[in-house]
């Protein structure tokens, strides 16, 4: 069992930046990819970043150039780093974990943090 807890979201005014944060605890040597995935409300939840413990990365093409994903395995600690957020990155934002490679389907990750919400206003 891996448990996932996220830290971060907020308020922001749109061109902001906010940094997001995910600390994995329990069997955590049996993750390969974490990620981060978002949901707006009436939307289905997408991968917007993740990476695996080899340093495989993907990011959605909403976000390419202005979010980065990293990973510190050490500390088992998953961060994403939103610059020139814009009022469509609004929606609670989920990570996630897996002990396969990365794959896009909510339903294929095995494990799940309970959320937090980041806001743009505009």
């Known amino acids: 069992q891996v448990q996932l807890v996220e830290s971060g979201g907020g308020l922001v005014q749109a061109g902001g930046s906010l940094l997001l944060s995910c600390a994995a605890s329990?069997?955590?040597?049996?993750?390969?990819?974490m990620g981060w995935f978002r949901q707006a409300p009436g939307n289905e939840r997408e991968l917007v970043a993740a990476?695996?413990?080899?340093?495989?990365?993907y990011y959605a093409d909403s976000v390419k150039g202005r979010f980065t994903i990293s990973r510190d395995n050490a500390k088992n600690m998953l961060y994403l780093q939103m610059n020139s957020l814009i009022p469509e990155d609004t929606a609670m934002y989920y990570c996630?974990?897996?002990?396969?490679?990365?794959?896009?389907?909510?339903?294929?990750?095995?494990?799940w943090g309970q959320g937090t919400q980041v806001t743009v206003s505009s």
């Open positions: 990476k695996t413990s080899g340093g495989s990365t």
């Open positions: 329990g069997r955590s040597f049996s993750i390969n990819a």
């Open positions: 996630a974990a897996r002990r396969g490679g990365i794959t896009t389907p909510p339903k294929l990750w095995d494990s």
